[in-house]
């Protein structure tokens, strides 16, 4: 079993930084697929970025150029940096982690960017 505990959310104005960080418990951290998602409200859940067991990344195109996933496999951490953030990047963002076709999900962050 895995929890994850995603914070750094808050209000941010445009053009504004935001670090989120999700720290998960239990073992193996370090093997898990790890991502970050947001859901806008009246919107599906989208994926925003991911990071592999070995570093590799993926990331939506609202996110190239904007924002950094990275992981810290000594901290069982995962962060998301955002950067110059919209007013269209306001969701709640939420960690995922996947292994082995388990999947567990954080209680989510909220992230608000004024105009």
């Known amino acids: 079993q895995v929890q994850l505990v995603e914070s750094g959310g808050g209000l941010v104005q445009a053009g504004g930084s935001l670090r989120l960080s999700c720290a998960a418990s239990g073992a193996f951290f370090s093997m898990y697929r790890m991502g970050w998602y947001r859901q806008a409200p009246g919107k599906q859940r989208e994926l925003v970025a991911s990071i592999g067991s070995g570093g590799s990344t993926n990331y939506a195109d609202s996110a190239k150029g904007r924002f950094t996933i990275s992981r810290d496999n000594a901290k069982n951490t995962v962060y998301l940096q955002m950067n110059s953030l919209k007013p269209e990047d306001t969701a709640v963002y939420y960690c995922?982690?996947?292994?082995?076709?388990?999947?567990?999900w954080g209680q989510g962050t909220q992230v608000t960017v004024s105009s």
């Open positions: 995922k982690a996947d292994l082995y076709g388990s999947t567990y």
